[in-house]
């Protein structure tokens, strides 16, 4: 029943910045964990940002001091605002979501379609 709706992705130069947003269905309120994760072509996906035990955050290493994670509640908005975007950092970019499930008695998880970042070199 959660969809995820990714956009703000695009092409810029070495240096830009981009912001990504996720727009959810459902409230992210609700949501145990919210997070961005990227694929690169040839490479597993991996985590980039993500919010954990609240309001706690986690990076990965190679976008820390440059990448920030942000989220609006009222909006049911997840962000990422990318910065000194470099060449590595292309990828098709996932928002992410997971919550429990009563029902199921398990986390599900729910991922978007993508949105594709390319930075030039």
């Known amino acids: 029943q959660v969809q995820l709706v990714e956009s703000g992705g695009g092409l810029v130069q070495t240096g830009g910045s981009l912001r990504l947003s996720c727009t959810t269905s459902?409230?992210?309120?609700?949501?145990?964990?919210m997070g961005w994760y990227r694929q690169a072509p040839g490479k597993q996906r991996e985590l980039v940002a993500s919010?954990?035990?609240?309001?706690?955050?986690n990076y990965a290493d190679s976008v820390k001091g440059r990448f920030a994670i942000s989220r609006d509640n009222a909006k049911n908005t997840l962000y990422l605002q990318m910065n000194s975007l470099k060449p590595e950092d292309t990828a098709t970019y996932y928002c992410?979501?997971?919550?429990?499930?009563?029902?199921?008695?398990?986390?599900?998880?729910?991922w978007g379609q993508g949105t594709q970042v390319t930075v030039s070199s």
């Open positions: 919010f954990w035990r609240g309001e706690s955050t």
């Open positions: 992410n979501a997971g919550s429990f499930s009563h029902e199921l008695q398990r986390i599900l998880y729910y």
């Open positions: 459902g409230s992210i309120f609700s949501m145990n964990t």
